[in-house]
């Protein structure tokens, strides 16, 4: 199975400020099917991107992914106060499709 | 108005079963696949399983191999998830969320429902 591990475990950043997240995988992740999802207490997982790099439609574009093959990013440019929250990164190009343990930002 | 509502909150004892549901407006089952994915208090997020309702076949995590099972009834648009051999540590927030089978990108997900593992 392939094993994800998000860096750093929090990330201290204040609003306007550029954030960067890293999601590693043991394997090369499928397809690049690599997804990242924003979760705040008592909501369900909001999707920011999905295929590493794709954005729905819903999405600022303040939001962005890139990455290939074991290495994946999430970058918000500009923070806003409302994207302090946790994100997660899962993989589903290949059963089991896991999370990874999660990036607080703060 | 495309949404996903779940049943109500549940307590359990130990060793009992839960079945929480997931029923759909707005979309249909047929076009998607249906996953479920737990968040214990405190703890990340964790796939439980996903079913693809037009091949009737279902994938599990290994954590649940023998208690989990997720079926769907396309007559109702309701997706179901029952966990059996309860245990304190199934004490958590279960969600349901439907990814198209043609865009991943196209998600919907329930609101969540809190079920408590407790003696």
């Known amino acids: 199975e392939i094993v994800l591990t998000q860096s750093p475990g929090t990330l201290s950043k204040s609003p306007g400020e550029r954030a960067t997240l890293s999601c590693r995988a043991s394997q090369s992740v499928s397809s690049n099917y690599l997804a990242w999802y924003q979760k705040k207490l008592g909501q369900a997982p909001r999707l920011l991107i999905y295929?590493?790099?794709s954005r729905p439609t819903d999405i600022p574009d303040r939001f962005s992914g890139s990455g290939s093959g074991t290495d994946f990013t999430l970058t918000v440019s500009r923070l806003e106060p409302e994207d302090f929250a946790v994100y997660y990164c899962q993989q589903y190009g290949r059963s089991p499709y896991n999370f990874g343990q999660g990036t607080q930002l703060e | 108005q495309v949404q996903l509502v779940q049943s109500g909150a549940e307590v359990k004892r130990p060793g009992s079963s839960v079945k929480v549901s997931c029923k759909a407006s707005g979309v249909t089952l047929s076009s998607n696949t249906v996953s479920w994915v737990r968040q214990a208090p405190g703890q990340g997020l964790e796939w439980m399983g996903t079913l693809i309702p037009t091949l009737d076949t279902a994938d599990y995590a290994q954590n649940f191999q023998g208690r989990l099972t997720i079926a769907a009834d396309e007559s109702t648009s309701t997706g179901y998830m029952e966990l059996r051999s309860l245990r304190s540590e199934d004490t958590a927030v279960y969600f349901c969320v439907f990814n198209a089978l043609e865009d991943f990108g196209l998600d919907v997900w329930g609101q969540g429902t809190t079920v408590t593992v407790s003696s």
């Open positions: 295929g590493a790099s």
